[in-house]
């Protein structure tokens, strides 16, 4: 009798192990499988941020961990990038935020990079006052004086803030700062360098004078 109920406790043991063990082998494939089965159907995109002159363009270096997935795109100030065919075009300086939806089926992902657009060099603004006119460097007097203001834009597009200036004039040019701006006096025509010497940047503009 003992050695009958000592036989039925190995054999119920016995069921007990390889009970355990096929549940343990259906536990351990059922996750790997379910990692497997996550890993494949996250949708991911990523892009990193991009610096770029004004005028030129970059294709995106878009990563996607589907290839069929659908992009679309969202320039936060249009007025600085514009996108097309993936590929990201620099308008005007400045920097903006780019956002990227993936989508496939139902599955989205997003992704946010900063774009900056920025000059080669400086760019300056000559604003006229009064008795002038000023187009592609060329300073057009409608008498024998004018006045002007200058303003100084760096590779951002931001204003730079009192540059250092000096003036080199041709024979019958010469110019005085007022209160109220650059007063320029012409006996004729000529042309005067602007100098920002501290920046290393300097502008040569042409005088035409018209004198009735």
Known sequence: MKEDRKKIIILLSGIALI??????VVIYFSFFKNENYSKSDVLTVEC????????????????LSNENATLTFEIYDSSIAKIENKTIY???PGTTLVKITA??????????????AEREDY???????????????????????????ISLFDK???????????????????????????MLEANGKGNFIIDFYQLNFKVDIIVSVQIS
């Open 48 to 63: 990193p941020n991009i610096t770029a002159s004004v005028g030129e363009s970059v294709y995106l270096p878009i990563q």
């Open 19 to 24: 009970m355990a063990s096929i549940i343990a």
């Open 156 to 182: 951002f597009g931001c204003v730079v803030e009192n540059p250092e200036i000096s003036f080199l004039c041709s024979d019958g040019i010469s110019i005085e700062l007022t209160p109220f701006g650059y």
């Open 90 to 92: 620099a308008l005007s």
């Open 123 to 149: 760019v300056l603004e000559l604003i006229p006052i009064s008795d002038c006119s000023f187009d592609n460097n060329i300073l057009m007097l409608a008498g024998k004086s004018c006045q002007f203001k």
């Open 103 to 116: 989508s496939f089926e139902n599955k989205y992902a997003v992704c946010n990079f900063y774009f900056t």
